[in-house]
């Protein structure tokens, strides 16, 4: 008898296309003989990010997961934000935390800019709450915030960090903030942080 490849597959869909299926998925959740379909749709949401088109599905997580409705994101190849955009939009915030699992699949994020001088909770993400970040490299240009800074996250609260590193993209790259800066991460309350690392400058009146 052969024995059964594990396959991977690349998920892709526009956010509203994403919108639509979790509004379906919902209300199949709502009629018990719909659990089937509703179970089908929410596998359909475990997002594989293909490094092609990458940075723009990386953005997309954004809007596709938080603390009440988290989601399952594996990362199939390297990242490299260098030329998506002239600076990195924190993912998640105070009001609207991220809190999926991100499994980077032993995979690299390449050309982290952020610069928000003027906001609190800055990196890749802003704000992690009952996140899972995992197997994850980071490499940072530039990270510029005020307070919780880091490259990974800004904060996190009840979250897991699990086989993560941050490294410097070159000699100048740097963590800059106020206070509460980090190079993994600014701040962390409650959370387990495990053979992980950060290799990078970071500069604050308070670390």
Do not use: H
Request: glycine residues 8%.
């Amino acid at each position: 008898m052969k024995q059964k490849k594990d396959r991977t597959f690349t998920v892709r869909f526009t956010e509203e296309q994403f919108r639509r299926i979790q509004e379906q998925a919902d209300k199949a959740m709502m009629t018990p003989s719909n659990y089937i379909r509703a179970a089908a749709l929410r596998k359909k949401l475990q997002v594989i990010l293909d490094g092609k088109a990458v940075a723009k599905e990386l953005n997309a997580m954004r809007e596709l997961s938080d603390t009440y409705r988290p989601k399952y994101f594996k990362i199939a190849n390297d990242i490299d934000l260098s030329d998506y955009a002239e600076t990195w939009t924190s993912i998640g915030n105070y009001n609207r935390e991220f809190g999926g699992i991100v499994d980077g699949n032993g995979k690299t994020i390449r050309g982290l800019k952020v610069d928000e001088a003027d906001e609190m909770y800055v990196g890749l993400f802003a704000y992690l709450k009952n996140a899972v970040i995992k197997n994850l490299t980071v490499e940072v240009e530039q990270v510029n915030g005020r307070v919780y800074v880091g490259a990974l996250a800004g904060y996190a609260n009840d979250t897991v960090i699990d086989n993560c590193g941050v490294r410097a993209a070159s000699s100048e790259s740097s963590i800059v903030g106020s206070s509460n800066v980090g190079g993994l991460v600014g701040t962390a309350l409650r959370t387990t942080i495990t053979n992980s690392y950060a290799e990078v400058a970071a500069q604050g009146s308070t670390l």
